[in-house]
């Protein structure tokens, strides 16, 4: 008999229970501050491997019953929406000399695939939610907002003014805070190193603003403005970010990091979408 | 005589007492100390004097948290059964709390406005921290945990105390709450392929 996670075949691998633990918190510690989409939508699931679509609650109606009924002039056909999950799966390779270091008691082992691998996977699942994903059926944040981009400019001391009349924009469409502002690398850097007239921090100046937190968010073109309320978007998770046996040789163990998810917005006024 | 629990009613006093009631005398250090603080401020006592009855106290609200983080909430995630995950993230974001006050205080020189503040905010979260163990994880863990764990917990937290006096050999660093608890289940309850879960656990990353 197989369970929802045999598909992993973690049994499989040649790999010690100590080096999966190795691996897994190598992979977790990787993945979790790069994760920005989780820290402001909710998280439903994880409901499994097993689980594969969300239902919308919806119904598209249907021509009729099958060919071939009499009778049936009056009956009344419809077909339930739902939104499938898409699958993820990044591979990554351990050396086996690594895992054997691991079981001798090596406190730093070389994991850099696997840190490569954790960017991307987390990278795919941010992108999802902030810019969507058209083949997986996915509408993301700044393709369903009902307000017009805003460009943020190259001066970043005017920052201040265009983030408080996106949040302005929100309050005034009843949307509630607290707020978050997602924003890409680099624009984050420039947050951070700037300072305004006075010497007041621009990032503490923004989250003064928001009345909640700049989220370095990799995957994020520009930046968007969300509500952090709750309610408003819906990562639907099936399996949950997890490490997977591909095959192994005489030298590497081929991993990978999956996972499957989809995601809906909810509520298309609670973002605001900056551009640089 | 079993009280049914395998704990034992009339029995003699152990060598070192449960780590419960350890916990408690902290605590009553704790206030004592708190209280004498007042009394030197209201007489208005000169930096050295405030400073060496406060580093003492900032040492052990140090040490005390983390060696509940280390012993004592590890264990109540095992054995309570009145909510203890709950019971553990309200400590984990106390300790850290506790700790930040501490922090805010350390710098500043002693006696200034902004000392105090420092020391204030570190007794306040201590005072929530305190009545909530008090009336929560501590009966929880009395109720629920054989006495011989109690005792050989207390041998642990007084080991810990003294090999970290004055907060030799710790890193003194705030930690997520539910990091702290996802963690202390995963070793609970280890993934394996033979269970249905075999993720790393992330889940939803949002602020409680």
């Given at each position: ?276 | ?31 004592r100390r708190f209280?004498e603080l007042?009394e030197l401020r209201?007489s208005?006592a000169d930096p050295t004097t405030l400073r060496g009855l406060w580093r003492p106290l900032a040492d052990l ?44 205080a350390?710098?500043?020189p002693v006696g200034?406005?902004?000392w105090?503040?420092?020391v ?46 004055g ?42």
């Amino acid at each position: 008999m197989t369970t929802p996670s045999d598909h992993l075949l973690r049994a499989h691998a040649p790999i010690p229970t100590e080096s999966w633990k190795a691996i897994d918190d190598e992979a977790r510690e990787r993945l979790t501050p790069l994760l920005a989409a989780r820290k402001v939508v909710d998280f439903v699931g994880a409901g499994g491997w097993h689980r594969s679509a969300y239902s919308l609650g919806r119904t598209s109606p249907l021509a009729g019953p099958p060919p071939g009924v009499t009778g049936a002039a009056e009956v009344r056909t419809r077909t339930r929406r739902v939104q499938p999950l898409s699958e993820i799966r990044v591979p990554f390779v351990v050396g086996r000399d690594e895992i054997d270091d691991i079981q001798r008691g090596a406190a730093d082992p070389d994991f850099d695939d696997l840190a490569r691998a954790a960017r991307v996977a987390a990278e795919i699942e941010n992108r999802t939610v902030f810019h969507g994903w058209p083949a997986a059926q996915i509408e993301g944040i700044a393709q369903t907002t009902t307000y017009p981009t805003a460009a943020l400019g190259a001066d970043c001391l005017e920052w201040p003014g265009i983030v408080a009349r996106g949040v302005d924009a929100l309050r005034r469409n009843g949307i509630g805070g607290p707020f978050a502002l997602c924003v890409g690398p680099d624009l984050y850097t420039q947050i951070v190193e700037s300072t305004e007239l006075g010497g007041y921090l621009l990032l503490d100046h923004l989250k003064n603003i928001l009345g909640g937190e700049v989220i370095w968010s990799v995957g994020v073109d520009g930046a968007v403005l969300v509500s952090a309320r709750g309610g408003d978007f819906v990562l639907d998770v099936g399996q949950d970010l997890a490490v997977g046996y591909s095959h192994h040789d005489a030298d590497t163990v081929h991993l990978y990091i999956e996972e499957s998810l989809t995601f809906r917005v909810l509520e298309p006024d609670a973002a605001f979408v900056l551009s640089v | 005589m079993s009280d049914g629990r395998g704990g034992r009613r009339g029995a003699t006093v152990p060598a070192v007492p449960d780590i419960t009631e350890l916990i408690l005398d902290d605590h009553e250090w704790f206030r004592r100390r708190f209280a004498e603080l007042d009394e030197l401020r209201a007489s208005e006592a000169d930096p050295t004097t405030l400073r060496g009855l406060w580093r003492p106290l900032a040492d052990l609200l140090d040490v005390h948290a983390e060696a509940e983080e280390r012993i004592f909430y590890p264990q109540l995630l095992r054995k309570g059964e009145n909510d203890p995950q709950e019971e553990t993230l309200d400590a984990i974001g106390d300790h850290n709390d506790i700790r930040d006050g501490v922090r805010a205080a350390d710098r500043h020189p002693v006696g200034s406005a902004g000392w105090w503040e420092g020391v204030d905010a570190a007794r306040a979260a201590n005072d929530e921290h305190m009545g909530e163990e008090e009336n929560e994880g501590l009966p929880d863990f009395r109720l629920h945990a054989h006495s011989r764990l109690r005792e050989s917990l207390g041998t642990q937290f007084t080991e810990f105390k003294e090999r970290h006096k004055g907060t030799r050999g710790l890193e003194i660093v705030d930690k997520d709450p539910q990091a702290y608890v996802n963690e202390i289940e995963r070793e609970i309850t280890p993934p394996t392929d033979s269970v249905g879960d075999n993720s790393l656990g992330i889940g939803s990353l949002r602020p409680r």
